[in-house]
């Protein structure tokens, strides 16, 4: 059962690292600003989609999971907004040689000071939330009562 949930919550890392960081890069290239608040924002998605998919259970292992999607998340959106800059002119193709190297190449520079307290959060977010809704769904559920 244990394996199960670790299972399910990679892939529900994955679909929240994809997810997440498309849309940092939507948003970026069709305002032509990056947003760091987005990036917190995928660490919330993917605390979130790791507490979902291990089904309101978490662990270690599952805070972990978390905070590994968050970063790529994070990693891929730069990678979309560099690939689809880089390409511009001409399509070479995303995950290009050319393209892969550029990024290499200026990859501290497209993290500023900014950026890194934005992935700070996204990380601490990332690692909060699947305790956080554990036991928000383990609490008793209390029932109105009519007043």
Same mark, same amino acid.
């Given at each position: 059962?244990?394996?199960?949930?670790?299972?399910?919550?990679?892939?529900?890392?994955?679909?929240?690292?994809?997810?997440?960081?498309?849309?940092?890069?939507?948003?970026?290239? *069709? *305002?032509?600003?990056?947003?760091?608040?987005?990036?917190?924002?995928?660490?919330?998605?993917?605390?979130?989609?790791?507490?979902?998919?291990?089904?309101?259970? *978490?662990?270690?292992?599952?805070?972990?999971?978390?905070?590994?999607?968050?970063?790529?998340?994070?990693?891929?959106?730069?990678?979309?907004?560099?690939?689809?800059?880089?390409?511009?002119?001409?399509?070479?193709?995303?995950?290009?040689?050319?393209?892969?190297?550029?990024?290499?190449?200026?990859?501290?520079?497209?993290?500023?000071?900014?950026?890194?307290?934005?992935?700070?959060?996204?990380?601490? *977010?990332?690692?909060?939330?699947?305790?956080?809704?554990?036991?928000?769904?383990?609490?008793?559920?209390?029932?109105?009562?009519?007043?």
């Amino acid at each position: 059962m244990e394996q199960n949930k670790i299972g399910m919550s990679v892939i529900g890392a994955l679909l929240a690292a994809i997810v997440g960081g498309a849309v940092w890069a939507l948003i970026a290239i *069709t *305002t032509e600003y990056e947003l760091g608040i987005i990036a917190w924002a995928i660490g919330g998605l993917a605390g979130y989609a790791v507490s979902y998919f291990a089904g309101k259970r *978490t662990s270690v292992t599952i805070q972990i999971i978390a905070v590994i999607a968050s970063v790529l998340g994070i990693l891929l959106g730069k990678y979309f907004i560099v690939a689809y800059f880089y390409n511009y002119e001409s399509f070479n193709g995303m995950f290009s040689s050319e393209v892969f190297s550029f990024f290499k190449e200026t990859f501290v520079e497209l993290f500023e000071i900014m950026d890194l307290v934005f992935v700070a959060f996204a990380v601490v *977010t990332a690692w909060q939330l699947p305790n956080k809704l554990a036991n928000k769904a383990a609490a008793p559920q209390q029932p109105m009562s009519p007043q």
